[in-house]
C-alpha cells in the first residue's frame, strides 16, 4: 500500500477484518469427558432454571424481612419534614432549636450485606418521602473538602470530578469553589420554589414529595468516619437547618456507643437521635434455610458437612448473608457440574418425563450409584437380574424410587419442625435451639442413639400439662399449614391428645395427690432420726404411689413422637437415588470458599505445573526444572539456604540454572550480553518475592538476605 506525504510521518493501517473469538457453549463446560453425558444442556438449563428461582425467593425474603424495618424509619423522617408536609417554612418549629433529626441504623457486622440493605431503603425513601437521598462512605469524604463535593455532586445530579468540556468547565469551576452549605441552602430554595403549588395532584409523584423535601443524608459507615469531619460538618449544618432541611441516617456496624465515641456532648447535643434495629443476622439465615432448604418447594439438597461448611463460614467469619446463598449456588453449580444423575434433579412429574428419555450411559450411572447398589442387593434375585440387565425395568423401577423420596422428604421436613418445637424450649437445649443444629444432627446419623436424644427424652417425661399442650398446639398448627400433608393420622391422633389434655380435672388429680402425699406428723428430734425419717416416708410414697392419669398420658404422648421420630428421621443415605439430589462434596465448596493464601502461594512456586498444566513443567520432587518461571527458579534455590542468604551464591545458582536451559557457551561473543540478561531475571526474581514477604535485606550482612517464612526466622 503506497502512501505520499509532504512530511515525514507514521502511517498506522488498521485491519479490514477483526479476528473472531471462539466462544465455547456454556453446556460443553458441563462434560469432563466428551462421552461423559448427553444431558449437559439440560443439566445447564435446570441449574440456572433452579437458581433464578432461589434466587429470586431469597430477594423476596429480605425485602419482607427489611419490610418493618423501612416502614419504622419512613414513619420518622415524615414525622420529623411533618411542617414542609403542611408548606411551613418554619422548619424550627416543629423541632428543636439546631437539632438535627438522625436516624441511627444498627445493621451488625455483616458489613457485605450493607450496600443491599442502604440500596433498597434508597429506593424506599424516593418513592414514599424525598428525591434528595444521598449516601456517602467514608473513603470519599477524607476531609471537609471531599465531604461536600460528594454531597453537592450527588445532590446537583453531576459529578464535579468529570471534566466537561467547552462552557460547562466555566461552570462547573464556579460550583466546585462554592461547595458549601451557604450554596446548598440557595439551591434548595431555588429547587423549591421552582413547584407550583397549584400543580394537580395528580401529577405528582407522592404526597409527601410536595413543595418542601427534606434532604435526607445516609452515612453507611459511621465509624470509619474521621471525628473532625463529622463534627465540623454537623455544626455547620445545625446553623442552616431553618434554610436546608436535613436528615441523617448513620449506618453503624457494632453498637450506638459508636456516635459518643465520635462526637464530644457539644456536637451530640445536635442531633436528636432515635435507634432502629435491623434483624439478627442468626434470624436472617433460618428464614433463609427454611425457604430454600428445608421445604420441598426446591429439590436440591446438600448434605450435613456441606451444611456444617456453610453455617461454620456464616458464623465464625463474616454473618453475610449474601456470602452464604453465594455458598449455596456455588453448591447447586457444583452439583449439577459432577453429577450426571443431576439431571433428575427436578420437579417429580419433568423427572419422570425425562426418565424415558434417558440414555444407555445413564441407566449405567444409575446402576454405580452406591445407594442404588444397596437397594438391589436386599431385592430377590429375580427383581436383581431385572434391574441390571432391562433398561426399561429399571427406569420403572427408579420412577418408583423417585416418587418414594419425594415423599421421603415431605415427611422428613414435617417431623422435624414437629420434634423441634419440643427440643427447642427444653433446658440446655440438648439437640439445639435452632432447627439448623437439629437437622445437621438427623443428616449425620440415627438421631435417637445419641446421649442428647436420650436427655430429650427424659425431660419431655417432667414437662406440665400447659407446656406440653402448647408443644402439642404448636405441632398440629405445623400439620395444618402443609398442603402436602402426607400424615393426616398423625394430625388426627394429636388433636386426640389435646382433647385428652383439656378434658382432665386437674382439682381432683391435685386432691389426690394431696390426700396421698400428706406426711406424718413429724415429732421433735435430731438430724439423724429425722433424715432417717424423710427417707422412709419417701420410699413408702414411691411404692404406694400410681401414676395419674396426666403421667400416663404424657409418657403416651413422648412414646407417639420417639416413634415418628424413628420413622421418619431416617438419614438420607439410607434412601434410593439420594445421590441425584443431595450435594455431599464438601472438601470441594472447603478448597473454593475457605481461602489458604500460604498453601496455594507455596504450591504455584514449588510445583508450577499444578497451576499452569505445561508439560514441559513437570518434575520430579526435589528437583528444579529449567524452564521454569524464574520466581519459581528463585524460590526453590531459596528453600534450601539457612536463615541468611548469600546473594552471590544464590546468583551464581540461578545462573548455572537458567543457563543449562538456553545452553548458552561461556567462550561465545554473546555471553556476556546473556549474562547480563541474566542477572537482570535474577535481580526481577528476588525483588518479586521480596514483595511477596518470603526474603527481606538485613543488616547483619550487606550481601545478605533472610528468610521470612517455612522455618526461615
Not at 192 to 216: E, G
Not at 494 to 520: M, Y
Request: charged share 25%.
Amino acid at each position: 500500500m503506497a502512501t505520499s506525504s509532504v512530511s515525514k510521518g507514521c502511517f498506522v493501517f488498521k485491519p479490514n477484518f477483526k479476528k473472531r473469538k471462539l466462544s465455547i457453549p456454556l453446556e460443553d463446560y458441563f462434560n469432563k469427558e466428551k462421552n461423559e453425558s448427553d444431558d449437559s444442556k439440560v443439566r445447564l438449563e435446570t441449574y440456572q432454571l433452579i437458581w433464578q428461582q432461589m434466587k429470586s425467593e431469597t430477594e423476596q425474603l429480605q425485602e419482607e424481612l427489611n419490610k418493618n424495618l423501612y416502614d419504622n424509619l419512613i414513619e420518622f423522617l415524615q414525622k420529623s419534614h411533618s411542617g414542609f408536609q403542611n408548606n411551613s417554612r418554619d422548619w424550627a418549629s416543629q423541632i428543636k432549636p439546631k437539632e438535627i433529626p438522625t436516624a441511627a441504623l444498627i445493621l451488625g457486622v455483616n458489613v457485605t450485606d450493607h450496600d443491599l440493605i442502604f440500596r433498597s431503603l434508597t429506593e424506599a425513601l424516593q418513592n414514599k418521602v424525598t428525591p434528595y437521598v444521598i449516601a456517602l462512605q467514608a473513603k470519599d469524604c477524607p476531609d471537609m473538602k471531599h465531604f461536600f463535593q460528594k454531597l453537592v455532586s450527588q445532590l446537583m445530579d453531576f459529578s464535579v470530578n468529570v471534566k466537561p468540556k467547552d462552557k460547562e468547565s466555566i461552570q462547573v469551576t464556579q460550583r466546585k469553589t462554592h461547595c458549601s452549605m451557604e450554596s446548598l441552602s440557595s439551591w434548595y430554595m431555588t429547587v423549591t420554589q421552582k413547584t407550583d403549588p397549584k400543580m394537580p395532584s395528580k401529577k405528582r409523584t407522592t404526597s409527601s414529595q410536595c413543595q418542601s423535601p427534606p434532604v435526607v443524608l445516609i452515612l453507611k459507615d459511621l465509624e470509619s468516619f474521621t471525628t473532625k469531619v463529622l463534627q465540623d460538618f454537623i455544626m455547620i449544618s445545625s446553623q442552616h437547618l431553618h434554610e436546608f432541611p436535613l436528615i441523617l441516617i448513620f449506618g453503624i456496624a457494632t453498637s450506638p456507643v459508636t456516635i459518643h465515641r465520635l462526637l464530644p456532648h457539644a456536637v451530640s447535643s445536635l442531633l436528636c437521635i432515635e435507634l432502629f434495629q435491623s434483624l439478627s443476622c442468626k434470624e436472617h439465615l433460618t428464614t433463609v434455610l427454611d425457604k430454600l432448604l428445608f421445604t420441598t418447594q426446591y429439590p436440591f439438597k446438600i448434605s450435613e458437612k456441606v451444611l456444617q461448611v456453610l453455617t461454620n463460614i456464616f458464623l465464625y467469619h463474616d454473618f453475610s448473608i449474601q456470602n452464604f446463598v453465594k455458598g449455596l449456588q456455588l453448591s447447586l453449580l457444583e452439583h449439577f457440574y459432577s453429577q450426571p444423575l443431576s439431571v433428575l434433579c427436578c420437579s417429580l412429574p419433568e423427572a419422570k418425563r425425562r426418565l424415558n428419555f434417558l440414555s444407555v450411559n445413564q441407566c449405567e450411572n444409575i446402576r454405580r450409584l452406591p445407594s442404588f447398589r444397596r437397594y438391589v442387593e436386599k431385592q430377590v434375585s429375580e427383581k436383581q437380574v431385572a434391574l441390571l440387565t432391562s433398561d426399561k425395568f429399571l427406569k420403572e423401577e427408579t420412577q418408583s424410587l423417585l416418587e418414594n423420596l419425594h415423599v421421603y422428604h415431605v415427611n422428613y421436613f414435617l417431623v422435624l419442625r414437629c420434634f423441634h418445637n419440643f427440643t427447642c424450649s427444653l433446658p440446655k437445649y440438648p439437640l439445639g435451639r435452632q432447627i439448623r443444629e437439629l437437622y445437621c444432627t438427623c443428616l449425620e446419623k440415627n438421631v435417637w442413639d445419641s446421649e442428647e436424644y436420650a436427655s430429650v427424652l427424659q425431660l419431655l417425661r417432667m414437662l406440665a400439662k400447659d407446656e406440653l399442650m402448647t408443644m402439642l398446639q404448636k405441632c398440629l398448627k405445623v400439620f395444618n399449614s402443609f398442603s402436602e400433608n402426607q400424615l393426616g393420622s398423625t394430625a388426627k391422633r394429636i388433636e386426640e391428645f389435646l382433647a385428652q389434655l383439656q378434658s382432665l380435672d386437674d382439682a381432683k388429680e391435685e386432691e389426690e395427690d394431696a390426700s396421698g402425699s400428706q406426711p406424718k406428723g413429724l415429732q421433735k428430734t435430731d438430724l439423724y432420726h429425722l433424715q432417717k425419717s424423710l427417707l422412709e416416708m419417701k420410699a413408702l410414697r414411691r411404692s404406694s404411689k400410681k401414676p395419674t392419669q396426666f403421667e400416663v398420658l404424657r409418657e403416651t404422648v413422648v412414646n407417639f413422637i420417639d416413634s415418628l421420630v424413628k420413622e421418619y428421621l431416617l438419614p438420607p443415605e439410607t434412601q434410593p437415588l439420594h445421590e441425584v439430589v443431595y450435594f455431599s462434596a464438601a472438601h470441594i465448596l472447603r478448597e473454593h470458599l475457605n481461602a489458604a493464601p500460604r498453601i496455594a502461594l507455596h504450591t504455584a512456586l514449588n510445583n508450577p505445573y499444578y497451576y499452569l498444566k505445561n508439560e514441559a513443567l513437570k518434575s520430579e520432587e526435589g528437583c528444579i526444572p529449567n524452564v521454569a518461571p524464574d520466581i519459581c527458579i528463585a524460590y526453590k534455590l531459596h528453600l534450601e539456604c539457612s536463615r541468611l542468604i548469600n546473594l552471590v551464591d544464590w546468583s551464581e545458582a540461578f545462573a548455572t540454572v537458567v543457563a543449562a536451559a538456553e545452553n548458552v557457551d561461556a567462550n561465545s561473543t554473546n555471553s556476556e550480553e546473556i549474562n547480563e540478561i541474566i542477572h537482570a531475571r535474577f535481580i526481577r526474581a528476588v525483588s518479586e518475592l521480596e514483595l511477596l514477604g518470603f526474603i527481606k535485606s538485613t543488616k547483619q550482612k550487606t550481601d545478605h538476605v533472610a528468610r521470612l517464612t517455612w522455618g526461615g526466622c
